[in-house]
């Protein structure tokens, strides 16, 4: 069959995929050579997508109260309760939460729904969670959210800075655009970052800075540049508005004052310093560490005010550069998805408010904002929402305070859920479920963080009885009585429409008009190739706000108190290399799954030591709002006093990992953005009495265990298990019928039971008082063993011949471990990541792992002081 040009569901990067269909839901994976975004690479998520869109765990039914239900009669109730909520309690007592994973098509019919239809500006996205802070720090400096870099400015940057992103892991390609620019160019990288993450280890500099003092960093080399002669006086005398007192703002930023606030070393912020200065093409590159902040606007700002006063915008390779997390962040800003923009770029300014009622026909336009995420779901448990509806976002995970919002859930009247997968923690709370179309079946534009719009097209027929989001939202819509204004057959038609709006009345005052594209024929719609809106943004030194100039914005460090004797942690949360958020569909991958098996937490060795816990021993992490159970992993790439958690584990695979749980739900006071990077912490060691594991061909329903994780390997699944207390309610729990084999070595306090059916191994169970426990490699080996197993080696849980113990698998594409690594490097003398290539392959595919090898190569080596 003939590959099909399309795009990545996962990160912002939005590269571009050749997907040929095979037999049934069979498709192979390339990147698209031809796609400007990524020119043919993919990251490890991207390369093995084919692993995650067979029908496994797929929503394809509608269903009422957990009963399957006809399409027509779940439509019609949503559209009758919404409408009947509305006629009762006004329009405002409805809500939609969306996503940044929605295309641009059904993006733009919920919010014309919610927005001209309702009349409520009710409708907010996850990403309030993601990047609201860049939108509100974007408005206030330019006076419109439009992100003034694109990815060529990468190649043509002389120094790229790194602020709060974890490149390597979260936006791969981009990380290897910029190694490549570093090859080719010599371009420096310096890394702003508290942690030391993969993304520091090819830097020249990382700055491992006090949590929270990013503003203060920015604004003492602001500071510096001013000393240094290096503001460009003639830009901002022609293009900058500068607000009385700015300067005098920043008085008291010294070198050492501005060392002490960020706790570096003076001489590392000298040599930052100093290659700012010296290389005015700069890139500074941000995400979550400035934007997941309670005064995450202003440290978007502080960054935006330093490239504004030195005139490093609008030229090639100089920027602040706002990189997006989902594939469509930006198509939802393009038509106004968040609860504070009104459409296409515009907010609720009156004119704004006249002009979009004018070309919708709006019957009923909002003329407010509407609730943000926090408050949305905080006005939700209060029993203010009475209706909701949840697209292609799993808030029972990921929104701060989970808790509470499970709680709020569970109370409202009526709560609508689409999405593609079965299993999610928040389906669990819908009284209507709606099947989705899932990648692979979608049809329309994604926007990537350089503004470049990309199709996503269609690979196979969708499933059992999924729609598309725009068609859901629009059948509810006419089920309204809004039938003529969501009549769309097809993407196209929505696309056009949404062109047209971008170009209405806008005559130049809105950089977001591709007003080109408002009669595209549908064939060229299906032939659209990538394209980016905007051009070089502020290339002729005009902003889009009301007098041309562009602004700078006073702003100051906040506070830091000190941690308080009952919190004395704080914890920072965020990504692992190959899981996508709350692990709907990377989950279903072995290999991704093979990274990281289970939720760590990161401390510093000096901290546990303090605390009483060992590496890979258990701790309860509590907060505030929450508390949950991780494994502990020994880190010195942590500050004193931090813990770092991932984000992704719910309830469909751990008890523990339950990280939504524990952040505050504290937000900034521009954006509403919660601050996920921050939260007052307590840590507690947990003892159990044993840990082991579980290998087996179907996944336990049940696990009667304290600690239990399971993740998908070839063949079944892997349970990683901890608790106190009897063992054989557990192995009841867990094992399957079958022929059953057991062991029990009282003397070193292990039991081993193995399940075989027709000499095939089904299950094997293996725990320990003591610690010591069999290789997991070789036991999931034998689930799908071409041979029978000896049943004497499968309850000593090892062959005949051992194999070396491989360790935690670094390159997930020839699945070779940490171990085999380390040992190659040693006995061959490897010296090179080349080398470690041509010896294991590791790293020569998708090239994800070639970070951590990296790290191997140089396992002592502090980052090269030779700048
Ligand atoms: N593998 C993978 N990739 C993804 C995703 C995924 O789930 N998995 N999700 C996508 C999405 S939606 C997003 S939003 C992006 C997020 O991409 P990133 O922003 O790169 O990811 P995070 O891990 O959330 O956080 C980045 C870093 O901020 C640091 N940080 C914490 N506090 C501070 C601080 O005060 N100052 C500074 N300077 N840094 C700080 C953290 O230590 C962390 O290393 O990733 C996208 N890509
Ligand atoms: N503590 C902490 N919390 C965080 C963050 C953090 O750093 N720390 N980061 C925040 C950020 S930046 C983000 S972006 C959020 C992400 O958090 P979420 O958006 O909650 O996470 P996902 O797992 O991506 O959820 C997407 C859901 O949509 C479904 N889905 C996928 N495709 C489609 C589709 O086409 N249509 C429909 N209807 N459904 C679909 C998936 O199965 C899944 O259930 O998490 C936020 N939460
Ligand atoms: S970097 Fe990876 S996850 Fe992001 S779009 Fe590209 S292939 Fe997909
Ligand atoms: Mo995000």
């Known amino acids: 069959m003939k590959p099909v040009r399309t795009t990545c569901p996962y990160c912002g990067v939005g590269c571009g995929v050749k997907a040929t269909p095979g037999v049934g839901r069979a498709v192979t994976i390339e990147g698209d050579a031809a796609h400007p975004a990524n020119e043919g690479r993919l990251c490890s998520k991207g390369t093995h997508l084919g692993e995650t869109v067979g029908l496994e765990g797929r929503l394809l039914h509608p269903a009422i109260g957990g009963k399957r239900a006809s399409w027509d009669k779940a439509l019609d109730l949503v559209a009758r309760t919404f409408a009947r909520t509305i006629k009762e309690h006004g329009p405002d007592s409805v809500a939609f939460y969306v996503s940044g994973q929605l295309l641009t098509e059904d993006y733009y019919v919920a919010n014309k729904l919610m927005k001209g239809f309702i009349g409520?500006?009710?409708?907010?996205?996850?990403?309030?969670?993601?990047?609201?802070?860049?939108?509100?720090?974007?408005?206030?400096?330019?006076?419109?959210?439009?992100?003034?870099?694109?990815?060529?400015?990468?190649?043509e940057a002389d120094l790229i800075v790194l602020v709060g992103s974890n490149t390597a892991w979260c936006h791969p390609i981009v990380y290897q655009r910029i190694q490549a620019a570093r090859r080719q160019r010599g371009t420096k990288l310096v890394v702003v970052d508290p942690r030391r993450t993969e993304t520091c280890e090819d830097a020249d500099l990382h700055l491992a800075i006090r949590p929270g003092t990013d503003v203060a960093l920015m604004n003492g080399l602001l500071a510096h540049c001013r000393d240094?002669?290096?503001?460009?006086?003639?830009?901002?005398?022609?293009?900058?508005?500068?607000?009385?007192?700015?300067?005098?703002?920043?008085a008291d930023r010294d070198l050492w004052s501005t060392a002490g606030t960020c706790d570096v070393a003076p001489a590392d912020l000298r040599r930052f310093f100093d290659l700012f200065a010296a290389n005015p093409r700069t890139i500074t590159l941000f995400s979550q560490g400035i934007n997941q902040s309670i005064r995450g606007t202003d440290q978007?700002?502080?960054?935006?005010?330093?490239?504004?006063?030195?005139?490093?915008?609008?030229?090639?390779?100089?920027?602040?550069?706002?990189?997006?997390?989902?594939?469509?962040?930006?198509?939802?800003?393009?038509?106004?998805?968040?609860?504070?923009?009104?459409?296409?770029?515009?907010?609720?300014?009156?004119?704004?408010?006249?002009?979009?009622?004018?070309?919708?026909?709006?019957?009923?336009?909002?003329?407010?904002?509407?609730?943000?995420?926090?408050?949305?779901?905080?006005?939700?448990?209060?029993?203010?929402?009475?209706?909701?509806?949840?697209?292609?976002?799993?808030?029972?995970?990921?929104?701060?305070?989970?808790?509470?919002?499970?709680?709020?859930?569970?109370?409202?009247?009526?709560?609508?859920?689409?999405?593609?997968?079965?299993?999610?923690?928040?389906?669990?709370?819908?009284?209507?479920?709606?099947?989705?179309?899932?990648?692979?079946?979608?049809?329309?534009?994604?926007?990537?963080?350089?503004?470049r719009i990309s199709r996503q097209r269609p690979v196979f027929a969708n499933p059992g009885e999924a729609r598309p989001d725009w068609w859901i939202i629009s059948e509810v819509a006419r089920r309204m009585g809004w039938k003529s204004p969501f009549a769309y057959d097809r993407p196209a038609d929505i696309y056009r429409e949404h062109a047209r709006l971008?170009?209405?009345?806008?005559?130049?005052?809105?950089?977001?008009?591709?007003?080109?594209?408002?009669?595209?024929?549908?064939?060229?719609?299906?032939?659209?190739?990538?394209?980016?809106?905007?051009?070089?943004?502020?290339?002729?030194g005009r902003f889009p706000t009301g007098d041309g100039r562009a602004r700078l914005v006073s702003v100051r460090q906040m506070e830091l108190a000190d941690p308080l004797v009952q919190w004395p942690f704080t914890l920072n949360t965020g990504r692992y290399r190959d899981q996508w958020h709350t692990m709907t569909r990377t989950g279903l991958s072995a290999r991704l799954s093979a990274h990281r098996r289970e939720p760590l937490v990161e401390i510093h060795p000096d901290d546990a030591a303090d605390l009483g816990i060992a590496d890979s021993g258990f701790a309860r992490l509590i907060t505030a709002q929450g508390e949950s159970v991780f494994r502990v992993q020994l880190s010195d790439g942590q500050r004193h006093g931090e813990a770092f958690v991932p984000i992704h584990w719910t309830d469909q695979q751990s008890t523990g990992g339950r990280t939504g749980r524990l952040p505050r739900p504290l937000v900034d006071p521009f954006s509403g953005q919660p601050g996920f990077k921050s939260t007052p912490l307590r840590i507690e060691p947990l003892v159990t009495e044993w840990t082991g594991f579980l290998v087996s061909a179907v996944e336990p329903s049940s696990?009667?265990?304290?600690?239990?994780?399971?993740?998908?390997?070839?063949?079944?699944?892997?349970?990683?298990l901890a608790g106190s207390g009897d063992t054989a309610k557990l192995a009841e729990s867990v094992l399957p019928q079958g022929e059953r084999m057991e062991v029990n070595d009282a003397a070193r306090g292990q039991t081993r039971i193995a399940v075989l059916a027709d000499g095939r191994l089904k299950a094997a169970l293996y725990l320990s008082r003591s610690g010591g426990l069999p290789s997991r490699d070789w036991l999931i080996g034998q689930l799908d063993a071409a041979e029978e197993t000896s049943p004497l080696a499968l309850l000593a849980g090892r062959p005949a011949k051992p194999a070396p113990d491989r360790g935690p698998i670094v390159c997930v594409c020839f699945d070779v471990g940490m171990k085999t690594i380390i040992s190659a490097i040693a006995s061959e003398s490897l010296t090179t990541l080349e080398e470690v290539g041509v010896s294991l392959k590791a790293g020569t595919n998708c090239g994800s792992c070639r970070p951590a090898i990296t790290r191997l190569l140089k396992p002592s080596e502090e980052i090269s002081n030779a700048v």
Request: hydrophobic share 45%; proline share 6%.
């Open 502 to 540: 971008s170009t209405y009345r806008n005559n130049g005052r809105r950089l977001f008009d591709i007003g080109h594209h408002g009669a595209i024929s549908n064939p060229d719609y299906d032939a659209l190739e990538p394209f980016c809106w905007g051009g070089t943004p502020f290339a002729d």
């Open 120 to 155: 409520s500006g009710n409708i907010d996205t996850n990403s309030r969670l993601c990047m609201s802070s860049a939108v509100a720090g974007h408005i206030r400096a330019f006076g419109e959210d439009v992100v003034p870099a694109t990815y060529a400015d990468l190649d």
């Open 300 to 451: 978007v700002n502080a960054i935006v005010n330093v490239h504004l006063a030195t005139g490093r915008i609008g030229k090639p390779g100089a920027a602040p550069f706002s990189i997006t997390g989902q594939p469509n962040a930006m198509g939802g800003r393009e038509v106004g998805g968040l609860a504070s923009t009104l459409a296409a770029h515009m907010d609720f300014a009156p004119g704004n408010v006249d002009l979009v009622r004018q070309f919708w026909s709006a019957p009923a336009m909002a003329a407010k904002p509407g609730l943000k995420a926090v408050d949305l779901f905080r006005e939700l448990g209060r029993g203010k929402i009475k209706a909701l509806w949840i697209m292609a976002t799993n808030p029972a995970v990921s929104m701060p305070d989970a808790g509470a919002v499970r709680d709020a859930l569970s109370a409202c009247p009526f709560v609508v859920v689409s999405d593609c997968m079965v299993r999610t923690d928040t389906l669990a709370y819908a009284h209507v479920a709606l099947p989705a179309s899932a990648w692979g079946e979608k049809d329309g534009t994604v926007t990537n963080s350089e503004r």
């Open 703 to 720: 696990i009667a265990a304290d600690y239990a994780t399971s993740s998908r390997v070839s063949g079944g699944w892997l349970v990683e």
């Open 228 to 250: 240094q002669g290096l503001i460009d006086e003639a830009f901002l005398g022609q293009s900058v508005s500068v607000p009385d007192g700015f300067w005098d703002g920043l």
